[in-house]
């Protein structure tokens, strides 16, 4: 019997699934961005899109709509002329802010350091083995 080192040899293959599923959710580029942003507050869905550059404002919508489906955010409208819909994170999304800004500031602190690895890898000076 082959024993699988790592985090992955304590969890069940159903929970790895479930797992998988979260971290494909919460890893995504829009969800780290979006629960990053809310970190201040309930915020119009207009300052969001403001607020996050380079996002469509679909992929804003279907990225909130899952980070609703799960817990993280939730949706208010309120009955005005115009419309108002805000958007806040639930104590679940909150208690993974500092998990998602922790990966954000990793990013940004090596953000030189990996895109040189990138254009060295891209130039061909790296091979696969």
Same mark, same amino acid.
């Given at each position: 019997?082959?024993? &699988?080192p790592g985090?992955?040899?304590?969890?069940?293959?159903?929970?790895?699934?479930?797992?998988?599923?979260?971290?494909?959710?919460?890893?995504?580029?829009?969800?780290?961005l979006i629960?990053?942003?809310?970190?201040?507050?309930?915020?119009? =869905?207009?300052?969001?899109?403001?607020?996050? %550059?380079?996002?469509?404002?679909?992929?804003?919508?279907?990225?909130?709509?899952?980070?609703?489906?799960?817990?993280?955010?939730?949706?208010?409208? =309120?009955?005005?002329?115009? %419309?108002? &819909?805000? =958007?806040?994170?639930?104590?679940?999304?909150?208690?993974?802010?500092?998990? &998602?800004?922790?990966?954000?500031?990793?990013?940004?602190?090596h953000h030189?350091?990996?895109?040189?690895?990138?254009?060295?890898?891209?130039?061909?000076?790296?091979?696969?083995?």
């Amino acid at each position: 019997m082959r024993t &699988v080192p790592g985090p992955c040899a304590q969890w069940s293959d159903r929970d790895a699934d479930f797992i998988r599923e979260i971290l494909d959710l919460v890893g995504d580029k829009w969800s780290v961005l979006i629960i990053g942003t809310l970190e201040s507050g309930p915020t119009r =869905y207009s300052d969001l899109t403001d607020a996050i %550059p380079g996002i469509s404002q679909r992929m804003l919508t279907l990225t909130l709509k899952q980070l609703r489906r799960n817990g993280l955010v939730t949706r208010t409208a =309120y009955p005005e002329v115009p %419309p108002r &819909v805000e =958007y806040a994170l639930t104590d679940l999304g909150a208690s993974l802010l500092s998990t &998602v800004l922790a990966l954000a500031a990793w990013s940004a602190d090596h953000h030189t350091e990996i895109r040189r690895h990138q254009q060295r890898f891209d130039a061909g000076s790296e091979q696969d083995g």
